[in-house]
T-cell receptor, first 115, second 114 residues
Framework: AQSVTQLGSHVSVSEGALVLLRCNYSSSVPPYLFWYVQYPNQGLQLLLKYTSAATLVKGINGFEAEFKKSETSFHLTKPSAHMSDAAEYFC?????????????FGTGTRLTIIP | DTEVTQTPKHLVMGMTNKKSLKCEQHMGHRAMYWYKQKAKKPPELMFVYSYEKLSINESVPSRFSPECPNSSLLNLHLHALQPEDSALYLC?????????????FGPGTRLTVT
């Protein structure tokens, strides 16, 4: 079964500093990988997705992620943190079985931005 | 319109009540999902509907009963719930044909069982 592991349940960075959120995957086949963000009391919003077309994926709000097969990683980065980036971030892997899409989420990383 | 709407936003119900959660999308998506999310946890898949037919049931207790009246609507009927069922219930939809799939989530219904 496919799975993702997020290292670090809480990450704090200063405003303007680099954001790095870690995600490692386990999959026997090339995976479909996603990063979602959840602001307090809201649903999930797709930040970006890996489609195998390019290893460096750019998403919304200045975020990007790099797929590294050798390291089985798909870490999320942003060069300069904003206060508005404070949220919960989930890495997810998609399992396509018989045409059904099943998203399996990592345990999440809460990002805090220090003024 | 890339919006998934959910009603109500908040729901408080007793263990003997019957209530329903509603989800709606007008993106022409053919797959719809119910997730349950406990505090400080990731969403957990409950049900998947594909082309209005139930395709995945993740061994959810029968006190949760999903219904897909048409391709735009998804309901979750609740009966005889337990306090541990209190959670945020998220609905999502996807095209059902796009590879890789993209799921669009609604804002959720915050359910409290007393």
């Amino acid at each position: 079964a496919q799975s993702v592991t997020q290292l670090g349940s809480h990450v704090s960075v200063s405003e303007g500093a680099l954001v790095l959120l870690r995600c490692n995957y386990s999959s026997s086949v090339p995976p479909y990988l996603f990063w979602y963000v959840q602001y307090p009391n809201q649903g999930l919003q797709l930040l970006l997705k890996y489609t195998s077309a390019a290893t460096l994926v750019k998403g919304i709000n200045g975020f990007e992620a790099e797929f590294k097969k050798s390291e089985t990683s798909f870490h999320l980065t942003k060069p300069s943190a904003h206060m508005s980036d404070a949220a919960e971030y989930f890495c997810a892997v998609s399992d396509l079985r018989l045409g059904n899409e099943k998203l399996t989420f990592g345990t999440g990383t809460r990002l805090t931005i220090i003024p | 319109d890339t919006e998934v709407t959910q009603t109500p936003k908040h729901l408080v119900m007793g263990m003997t009540n019957k209530k329903s959660l509603k989800c709606e999308q007008h993106m022409g998506h053919r797959a719809m999902y119910w997730y349950k999310q406990k505090a400080k946890k990731p969403p957990e898949l409950m049900f998947v509907y594909s082309y209005e037919k139930l395709s995945i049931n993740e061994s959810v207790p029968s006190r949760f009963s999903p219904e897909c009246p048409n391709s735009s609507l998804l309901n979750l009927h609740l009966h005889a719930l337990q306090p541990e069922d209190s959670a945020l219930y998220l609905c999502a939809s996807s095209s059902g044909t796009l590879i890789p799939p993209e799921q669009y989530f609604g804002p959720g219904t915050r359910l409290t069982v007393t």
